[in-house]
């Protein structure tokens, strides 16, 4: 089961990405706020809440969240136990807290603001927060 569900977590973090990176590029180019819109960034913002719904299974089942003596200096530990969920959870509620204010603009160009900078924060904070293959010990890869 903690295969599974760790891989279709990091399977599923480009999907994440991929819409959340849709709907910034959308903020920035569309002159109207249409349905189109407001369906990229609604999906956009579900898709994190998956993630989070299967990384919070995976907080608790998961080898790599480890609370034993001194975990804090160990750095696969620490990421996975503090760092990760922190970025993550801070990440995604500025995401949401972004939908939700730009849906209460009178404006597109309100709407379309509100989209892109709350959003651009949440993937910047998402992007430095991933186990990337490339941060050495922390046992990430690319799927």
Not at 88 to 98: C, P
Not at 113 to 136: C, E, H, M, N, Q
């Amino acid at each position: 089961m903690n295969n599974i569900l760790a891989h279709a977590h990091s399977g599923l973090r480009w999907v994440a990405l991929i819409l959340l990176l849709l709907a910034i590029v959308n903020s920035l180019t569309a002159r109207t706020y249409e349905k189109k819109h407001k369906m990229i960034n609604l999906f956009a913002m579900v898709s994190l809440h998956v993630q989070l719904l299967i990384g919070f299974i995976l907080y608790f089942i998961s080898s790599k969240v480890q609370f034993t003596e001194g975990w804090m200096k160990v750095p696969m530990y620490r990421f996975y136990g503090m760092e990760h969920l922190l970025g993550m959870i801070i990440a995604i509620v500025l995401v949401t807290i972004g939908r939700r204010l730009a849906e209460k603009q009178t404006t597109d160009e309100a709407k379309h603001k509100k989209i892109r900078t709350w959003y651009t924060i949440g993937f910047v904070l998402i992007l430095a927060s991933i186990p990337w293959p490339f941060r050495d010990g922390l046992g990430g890869g690319w799927f």
